[in-house]
């Protein structure tokens, strides 16, 4: 296992599509072990393939420890639910920036486990949430796009005056 190195917005590869996992294999679970260990030394609850540049359709999510792991391979969400939910969302790779967003509070998903098992499940609150945000950057949409032009704005400025 080893922490990688996180790609800082706006690297490319945060906006880029990923490609399907085809071999699930050993390179998959150490790519998915590296993940979670990245992952808590960001600190995050989420984090996707694409966060460390490669560009696979896998995410590890995390909300209260390792026995609630839960990693998707080429996740795909099958439909939402009616009611908006609004929370607080950010990104490893773009550490301290934080704002709400509003999304379908409900979603029944559908991915692949390490064996290449195919699955589907129903989440709601916060789970919902992170899900729907880790596959929207694996679709190569960054979580300042769900937000209005006027707030991506002003957070893009406060990030890059903190970066530069």
Same mark, same amino acid.
């Given at each position: ?7 800082? =917005?706006?690297?490319? %590869? ?7 996992? #085809?071999?699930? /294999? ?7 072990? /590296? ?11 989420? #984090? ?27 996740? !795909? ?10 929370? +607080? $969302? %950010? ?6 920036? +934080?704002? $709400? #967003? ?6 029944? =998903?559908?991915?692949?486990?390490? +064996? ?17 945000? !880790?596959? /929207?950057?694996? /679709? ?12 991506? $704005?002003?957070? +893009? ?8």
């Amino acid at each position: 296992m080893a922490v990688r190195p996180i790609l800082k =917005y706006p690297h490319s %590869g945060l906006s880029t599509p990923c490609e399907p996992v #085809i071999h699930f /294999d050993e390179a998959l679970r150490q790519l998915v072990e /590296d993940l979670t260990e990245t992952m808590h030394a960001a600190p995050g609850v989420g #984090i996707t393939a694409a966060h460390i540049g490669v560009p696979q359709r896998v995410t590890v999510i995390e909300l209260s420890g390792e026995a609630s792991r839960l990693v998707l391979v080429n996740p !795909e969400i099958l439909s939402f639910g009616q009611t908006l939910s609004r929370n +607080t $969302e %950010g990104s490893v790779s773009m550490p301290g920036f +934080t704002e $709400e #967003i509003e999304r379908p509070g409900t979603i029944r =998903y559908r991915y692949q486990d390490l +064996t290449g098992t195919l699955h589907e499940a129903d989440a709601d609150g916060f789970l919902a949430i992170c899900i729907q945000h !880790e596959i /929207d950057q694996l /679709d190569g949409i960054f979580w300042l796009k769900r937000l209005s032009r006027l707030k991506r $704005e002003r957070l +893009t400025k406060k990030w890059e005056k903190q970066n530069t």
